[in-house]
């Protein structure tokens, strides 16, 4: 079992961390870079990331990440007396709420706002400066929350091989 638990461990850390640097690159430039185009050109360029995005490799990740996190919080709960299993713990919970979660219930929606809307239009426009104000900031939260808990997790590992 704690050979288990370490893999997943590893495996969620590292997901954690590419999720982290995922949004990192979103919060410091592509985002600022699409702020300085044109609204209507910015839009429609965000408009196809958020179709790009959605391909095997990042949901892969991002949700594996997610599944991952549910299944090593309840064996830190089982395994509780275990050295390192609040760090797990504190890891994954972070992890689901504040990467998963936000983006479910916050970017998404964002995402699905922006996309029914037309760059080209006033509208548009509107949609795109309340999107570049609340994403940005749901984007920030998840990538704190993406590198807290790859951080906890590493922490969780170094405190089990002691």
Same mark, same amino acid.
């Given at each position: 079992?704690?050979?288990?638990?370490?893999?997943?461990?590893?495996?969620?850390?590292?997901?954690?961390?590419?999720?982290?640097?995922?949004?990192?690159?979103?919060?410091?430039?592509?985002?600022?870079?699409?702020? /300085?185009?044109?609204?209507?050109?910015?839009?429609?360029?965000?408009?196809?990331?958020?179709?790009?995005?959605?391909?095997?490799?990042?949901?892969?990740?991002?949700?594996?990440?997610?599944?991952?996190?549910?299944?090593?919080?309840?064996?830190?709960?089982?395994?509780?007396?275990?050295?390192?299993?609040?760090?797990?713990?504190?890891?994954?919970?972070?992890?689901?709420?504040?990467?998963?979660?936000?983006?479910?219930?916050?970017?998404?929606?964002?995402?699905?706002?922006?996309?029914?809307?037309?760059?080209?239009?006033?509208?548009?426009?509107?949609?795109?400066?309340?999107?570049?104000?609340?994403?940005?900031?749901?984007?920030?939260? /998840?990538?704190?929350?993406?590198?807290?808990?790859?951080?906890?997790?590493?922490?969780?590992?170094?405190?089990?091989?002691?």
């Amino acid at each position: 079992m704690n050979q288990i638990v370490f893999y997943l461990t590893l495996i969620t850390a590292l997901g954690s961390g590419l999720i982290a640097g995922t949004f990192f690159v979103f919060s410091v430039a592509i985002m600022e870079a699409l702020r /300085r185009l044109p609204a209507n050109t910015g839009m429609a360029a965000m408009q196809s990331i958020n179709v790009v995005i959605q391909n095997p490799l990042f949901l892969g990740v991002f949700a594996g990440t997610a599944l991952l996190s549910l299944i090593l919080a309840v064996l830190s709960l089982i395994g509780w007396n275990t050295a390192g299993s609040a760090y797990l713990l504190a890891g994954v919970v972070i992890y689901f709420v504040g990467s998963f979660v936000v983006t479910m219930a916050l970017n998404v929606p964002l995402n699905n706002a922006l996309d029914a809307a037309d760059p080209t239009s006033f509208a548009g426009e509107g949609v795109w400066n309340n999107y570049l104000r609340n994403w940005t900031f749901w984007n920030h939260v /998840r990538t704190v929350a993406s590198l807290a808990s790859m951080t906890l997790l590493i922490l969780a590992l170094i405190d089990r091989s002691k």
